[in-house]
């Protein structure tokens, strides 16, 4: 069938536990299909090796409150005492253009997205155990033992929210993860809601 552009692009919501590996995930995915992956703003500094723009949008406190106030944000959260949010005009530009959006925020961010765009793809990684959460959390060499504790016990308060979500997604491989995602996002766009255009001209729906 030849493939047409969309009317309208898919929202997909990422979640995980930090160290579960979504930036690889999300890396792998983007290199096999057409994604444009929000790059979040936030108040927290740089690691080694990020750039502002590509990882994060880095604003000052003042800054973050300041978008807050206009209702510049589709949804933000604090996290270890830092704001992340996402620009809501970028968000609906793109899926306007008929681009799929990819999101990679925590559970409360999550939660207000699905206030507002009930429609959009939520899904939950994991590691294949939490013994391996913390193996990688410490193969990061980026966090103190104080800071690892508290995040991995975050991550179980998280998991918590995981009924909340679509579909679920083990990170045991990061080509396995990808392929499972890949599946969810193929079913989605075969959903007779998101085809209706393909058919419209030729058919009475």
């Known amino acids: 069938m030849t493939q047409r552009k969309k009317t309208k692009g898919q929202l997909i919501v990422l979640s995980g536990p ?4 979504k930036s690889t995930v999300i890396a792998e995915l983007m290199a096999q299909r057409p994604l444009y992956f929000s790059v979040s703003y936030t108040t927290r500094q740089p690691r080694t090796g990020e750039q502002d723009g590509v990882n994060y ?5 003042q800054e973050f409150e300041r978008m ?25 530009e793109k899926l306007d253009s008929g681009m799929d959006v990819l999101l990679d925020i925590e559970v409360k961010g999550a939660a207000k997205v699905r206030q507002s765009c009930p429609d959009a793809i939520f899904i939950f990684m994991i590691p294949p155990s939490f013994e391996e959460l913390s193996r990688r959390l410490h193969a990061r060499n980026t966090d103190n033992e104080d800071v690892i504790t508290g995040r991995l016990e975050k991550a179980r308060q998280e998991y918590k929210e995981i009924p909340n979500y679509d579909y ?6 990061v080509s396995n ?14 959903r007779v809601m998101n085809r ?9 729906l």
């Open 18 to 21: 930090s160290g579960v590996g």
């Open 168 to 173: 679920l997604v083990i990170n045991d491989k």
């Open 177 to 190: 993860a990808v392929g499972e995602i890949e599946s969810i996002l193929t079913a989605a766009e075969c």
């Open 196 to 204: 209706k255009n393909i058919v419209e001209g030729d058919y009475a």
């Open 68 to 92: 807050i106030a206009d209702n510049e944000l589709l949804e933000y959260a604090e996290y270890v005492n830092n704001y992340y949010g996402t620009s809501l005009k970028v968000i609906r």
């Open 57 to 61: 949008n880095f604003v000052s406190r």
